[in-house]
């Protein structure tokens, strides 16, 4: 997985490219290139690392060209290195590509290349391309659009995912970009066009875009854009105007991106909301049109996703059970899809991906809607390609999560799925007025609830300062706090490197709690008032055997042997994971940033993950 970025225009290109790369750097870092078009030659410069290495490459500074391509990558064909940084460039040196996605069959084409006297300087599978270019380019292709028709045939030999982009220093006036199941959006103004893997890299420049569909082929230039179809037909294209602001894609005097995203939980949450409901009135969904006779022919939902979006879904799983009485099972999408699920015309799907663009994600989507399923996205990028896919979608606007840990997309796919939830039993006709009523009380609560569970955090930071030296720790709960556990657990693993574990709080006695000894930390989350003398009971056991405890609750406990108690104000079940959780996103981030780690791009982690 890999960020791209193009720029063509009257001003230098190289501080667009790099800016761009930045912002995409969530995408991978270990290596990053640029290549321009420098007095009709293809200048390129890269190197493993990050795009940090690449600006302070004192020949950057020498390149004056106004039209380039570039590239952050994460590795998949061979390891971080100069040689296998984009961009790739044909033996002739004539064109130059960077690529987003894998070749699934490049090592056939490297063999065909190989056969026609072609070499190769890496181990990637991208650089088969730009050489494929010049094959076509050299064989055989009439002249009319000779540089398309040659990308074009370069690209029908490709079997995988990518997103593309190529210049040639025999066309010094325009990038050629082709996608497949990555995303690509180009972002326009009158007189210069840029490119970038999503929308945020070229914000600060534009809120017009193009978003380009699978096997659609753009030629831009600085002052026009040509699209084309598959079969290189021309076709006209719409402008989205995108309204989020550039500054909400920046830090906003947030040490980083994470801890930004986390505070900006009340406003996301805001957001999500919207106008989809209000209190006395139905809730609506203005792009769903679902029939009350469909509706009640649903005999079964699954919800589908990975990561932190699947234990987003584990808790709209409770709420639709809850409040519809539909047989509902989460899934993990890369599970899912191979494990041929029962699925009908009967059968409703809900695929949760903040990205829209997370391989196993839209596989397991695609897999559904074969079986005659009806699916549903919920997703917070616009034109993502599961929005594409999917049936019908509904979108958190959380606005654009930077950080590789998701905080603030999580908390906005609860709130959206508890209102689909309402939304399914209004319906269907089997809401109780008084439940749902004061259930949309509570949502619109929420916001008010998580500044002050937010006013709490020098204590969770505290606790944090105290611990961070430890190697394992384990979170506990019951029912939904159980899957807030898990989702505790998540974050603290993927940014602060420590082994955790999260365990259903009456699970521990049959195995887990062999691990508990003196000084070991265990979390534990109480706020189900059902479940909470339960949870205390299991608790207790750990802390007879010497563990350490921090408590999440909105109860009053009678018990007060746990080391830390964080109180957190009480609102209806199905959404106190929204208010528990953001503790846990905060005790993650401290312990990170006590061990002096890049919280925002953790090691190994991708944001999004577009290969399976
Ligand atoms: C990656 C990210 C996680 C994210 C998951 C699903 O693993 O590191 O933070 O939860 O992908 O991403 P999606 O964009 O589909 O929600």
């Known amino acids: 997985m890999c960020g791209i970025v193009g720029y063509v225009g009257s001003k230098k290109a190289t501080p667009v490219l790099i800016n761009g790369l930045l912002s995409l ?6 290596s990053a290139g ?76 490297r063999e065909f290349l190989t056969s026609k006297g072609y070499s190769f300087l890496s181990q990637t599978d991208t650089e088969v391309i730009p050489n494929l270019i010049h094959y076509y380019y050299t064989n055989g292709i009439s002249d009319e659009d000779k540089f398309l028709r040659a990308v074009k045939s370069a690209v029908d030999d490709l079997k995988g995912s990518y997103a593309i982009e190529v210049i040639s220093k025999l066309y010094p006036d325009r990038v050629i970009v082709v996608r497949k199941d990555s995303p690509l959006v180009i972002g326009t103004t009158k007189e210069e066009n840029f490119i970038a893997s999503d929308i945020p890299a070229i914000l600060p420049y534009t809120k017009d875009f193009y978003l380009l569909d699978d096997y659609e082929y753009a030629v831009i230039y600085k002052d ?16 989205k105007n995108i309204e989020w602001d550039a500054t909400a894609a920046e830090k906003n005097g947030f040490e980083d991106y994470m801890l930004k995203e986390i505070y900006e939980q009340p406003n996301s949450i805001r957001e999500t909301i919207g106008s989809r409901f209000k209190l006395g009135e139905k809730c609506s969904f203005d792009d769903i049109n679902l029939s009350k006779e469909y509706l009640q022919s649903i005999n079964k939902i699954y919800i589908v996703a990975c990561g932190t979006a699947m234990h987003a879904g584990l808790i709209g799983k409770n709420a639709i059970e809850k409040l519809c009485h539909i047989p509902t099972e989460v899934d993990i999408a890369s599970e899912f899809r191979y494990r041929n699920p ?28 074969s079986k005659g399923a009806k699916t549903l996205a919920v997703s917070n990028v616009i034109g993502s390609s599961i929005t594409r896919e999917a049936d019908y979608t509904i979108y958190t606007h959380a606005g654009p999560e930077i950080a590789v ?61 105290k611990i961070y030296t430890e190697h394992d720790m384990y979170f506990l709960g019951r029912g939904c706090d159980y899957n807030v556990a898990m989702e505790g657990s998540l974050k603290l693993k993927e940014i602060s490197y420590i082994h955790s574990e999260a365990y259903a709080a009456g699970e521990l006695k049959h195995g887990p709690i062999a691990l508990i000894e003196n000084g070991v930390t ?21 802390v007879s055997r010497g563990a350490k405890t921090l408590i999440i609750t909105n109860q009053k406990l009678s018990n007060s042997n746990f080391n830390y108690i964080i109180n957190i104000p009480e609102i209806n079940p199905l959404v106190s994971p929204i208010l528990s959780v953001v503790p846990l996103q905060l005790f993650a981030y401290y312990i990170a940033k006590n061990k002096g780690l890049d919280v925002d791009k953790p090691r190994n982690l991708a944001k999004s993950v577009t290969v399976e």
């Open 342 to 369: 029962i699925i009908d015309d009967k059968t409703f799907c809900i695929y949760i991906s903040q990205s829209g663009e997370t391989a196993d994600t839209i596989a397991a989507l695609k897999l559904a809607k």
């Open 25 to 30: 750097e969530y995408r991978g870092y270990d």
């Open 224 to 239: 026009h854009i040509k699209f084309f179809d598959n079969t290189l037909s021309s076709r006209s294209k719409a402008i």
């Open 522 to 542: 265990v979390i534990g989350i109480l706020t189900n008032p059902d479940l909470v003398e339960k949870s205390i009971s299991n608790l207790q056991e750990v």
């Open 34 to 109: 640029i290549a321009v078009i420098e007095n009709n030659e293809l200048s390129v410069l890269k190197d493993k690392g990050r795009v940090a290495n690449l600006k302070q490459m004192p020949e950057i500074e020498n390149l004056n060209s106004s039209i380039g391509i570039a590239h952050t990558r994460w590795a998949t064909h061979g390891k971080p290195s100069r040689e296998n940084s984009h961009p790739h460039l044909d033996n002739s040196k004539q064109f130059a590509v960077v690529h987003n996605g894998i070749i699934e069959n490049y090592h056939e084409l």
């Open 405 to 465: 840990a998701s905080t603030k997309a999580y908390t906005s796919q609860i709130v959206l799925l508890v209102i689909f939830a309402i939304y399914l039993t209004e319906n269907l006709g089997r809401s109780d007025v008084a439940t749902t009523e004061s259930l949309k009380a509570d949502i619109l609560d929420l916001p008010t609830k998580l500044e002050s569970v937010l006013a709490e955090t020098e204590q969770i930071q505290k606790f944090a300062d």
